[in-house]
């Protein structure tokens, strides 16, 4: 099936965030978030095989693909990517809708499905649990290393590296080494600005940092018990468990998990690794498009967005 694609471009205080949109205007509105470093370039493969009656809008979050960076001494943190959310909600109209997250997006997703539940009628979140927890004993640790990393780069001035585009694939693989090189060219489309000399990455070097606002266990369960929405949870069995960055959260994901089954919402693990919904969009699209299915409701509340959202 072949769906109809736009680019987004929703104004915001200090700038624009930017994304892509796929299917008819009239269709049910399935918000799509993308992990940390990546850009809305992510769901390109799966989003074509999902039901054909949505209207799916990827977004780049602050800071990453064509979106703008946060203003100098802002840092960049989960409830401001929900604010970011709330924001392209209000500027397309949308009183009601489905998210799609993967890995930090579907961590955004959780909490914007916990802050505004009213919102929120189907939540997919990929290779991730929602609402990721820290240690109420590394939280302080955290929180400095954060403040303390911001500080020094602001400090030191910006020098971003230029790269040929063979080399930025190369460096890009080399982060991610479970990403296919088809999927690397497919985030490079947004993930790089072409300048003198080569290329530069268009991410904001400050997304690296240490996210200072954290939720512990008990904080992230009662959130998460507020959520509404039918959730979908599709783990990838080479994916995120293996390759927590802070291997003190590990411990959680059990807890989560079982909360999650006691309020009957469903998880699934399929073959594959933490970008399995890109590298192999056929293992997640069934699993994801039933789900769609079976739990967006008639969106008959949502109106055709106005020509100032820039659809």
């Not at 471009?9 to 269709?27: A, E, F, L, M, S």
Request: with cysteine.
């Amino acid at each position: 099936m072949t769906h109809a694609v736009s680019e987004l471009c929703v104004p915001v205080p200090w700038g624009d965030i930017r994304g892509k949109v796929w299917g008819p205007d009239q269709g049910r509105p399935v918000l799509c978030l993308h992990g940390w470093a990546d850009n809305c370039g992510t769901f390109n493969t799966l989003i074509p095989l999902l039901p054909k009656e949505c209207r799916y809008v990827a977004v780049d979050l602050a800071g990453h693909g064509l979106s703008s960076h946060r203003p100098p001494g802002v840092s960049y943190s989960f409830p401001a990517y929900v604010a970011d959310v709330r924001r392209v909600a209000d500027a397309l109209h949308l009183k009601k809708f489905a998210i799609i997250g993967h890995s930090m997006g579907a961590d955004i997703a959780g909490m914007f499905s916990a802050l505004y539940p009213e919102m929120v009628d189907a939540l997919i979140l990929l290779d991730t649990y929602g609402l990721l927890p820290t240690d109420s004993t590394e939280i302080s640790k955290v929180m400095r290393q954060g403040i303390e990393e911001m500080l020094q780069f602001e400090k030191k001035e910006e020098k971003r590296r230029v790269y040929s585009y063979e080399k930025a694939v190369e460096r890009l693989l080399a982060a991610n080494p479970t990403l296919s090189k088809d999927s690397a060219n497919i985030l490079l489309e947004r993930g790089l600005v072409q300048v003198e000399g080569g290329f530069v990455f268009s991410r904001d070097l400050r997304v690296n940092f240490k996210n200072i606002e954290r939720i512990s266990l008990e904080q992230s369960l009662e959130m998460q018990s507020r959520i509404q929405a039918s959730v979908l949870v599709v783990l990838a069995e080479e994916g995120f468990d293996r390759i927590f960055s802070e291997p003190a959260q590990k411990k959680f994901t059990s807890i989560l998990l079982q909360c999650l089954q006691d309020r009957n919402h469903t998880v699934v693990t399929v073959a594959g690794d933490h970008h399995v919904h890109l590298d192999h969009p056929e293992v997640v699209a069934p699993v994801v498009s039933d789900f769609l299915q079976s739990n967006v409701s008639s969106q008959s509340d949502n109106r055709k967005p106005k020509e100032t959202s820039n659809l």
